[in-house]
Structures are given as C-alpha cells and as structure tokens.
C-alpha cells in the first residue's frame, strides 16, 4: 500500500505565494513521473505541471514562469512553488504519483486534494 499526504494549502492575497507538498510512503520500488493537478469549482481537473524521474519538467501555459516544481528523490516527496498568485488559481489541488511497487508493475496514486485560496 501506498499512501500520499499533501500539505501546504491555504488562503493568500493576490501577488503572494505558497508551497505545496506531496510525501508518498509505503510500498514503494520506485517512483516515477509526478505531478500536480488542479480543479476549480464547476471546471474540470486540469494538469498544472508535471516532473519525470529524471527531472525534466512541463508547465500548463497559464503556471509558466510563476510555479516551479520540484522533487526529492530521497525523500519520495514532490513540491510546487507558487509565486505571484492569482484568484484564478484558485482550486483544490492534487499531486499524482506514478510508483512503481515490489512487483515492478506501475500504479497511479492520487493524494487527497488541498484547497487553495487565492482572495483579497
């Protein structure tokens, strides 16, 4: 069993800025892509960037130059820096986790969402 916990979530002003964090543990051989994901209400769920095992990453257009992603192997955890944010980012936002588990075969693991709220 695996299991992803996000933190970091929370209400912000206008121009300000938060980190998002993905810690994935248990049953885990390898971890491969990662990503974040958002949906907003009454919107469907849209990719906000995503990073593979070797680092190379791929922003939505609307993030480009303002979230950065991240990852520490390490510590099986993933991050997103969100700068300069904006009310139309607000959404609740999901990591998603591709692990690869002791049998070798790859399992899509989704965390339990954060809220972010971007509001003067």
């Known amino acids: 069993q695996v299991q992803l916990v996000e933190s970091g979530g929370g209400l912000v002003q206008p121009g300000g800025s938060l980190r998002l964090s993905c810690a994935a543990s248990g049953s885990i051989f390898r971890i491969n892509a990662m990503g974040w994901y958002r949906q907003a209400p009454g919107k469907q769920r849209e990719l906000v960037a995503q990073?593979?095992?070797?680092?190379?990453?791929n922003y939505a257009d609307s993030v480009k130059g303002r979230f950065t992603i991240s990852r520490d192997n390490a510590k099986n955890t993933m991050y997103l820096q969100m700068n300069s944010l904006k009310p139309e980012d607000t959404a609740v936002y999901y990591c998603r986790v591709k692990i690869v588990a002791a049998d070798l075969y790859e399992y899509d693991y989704w965390g339990q969402g954060t809220q972010v709220t971007v509001s003067s």
């Open positions: 990073i593979t095992s070797g680092g190379s990453t």
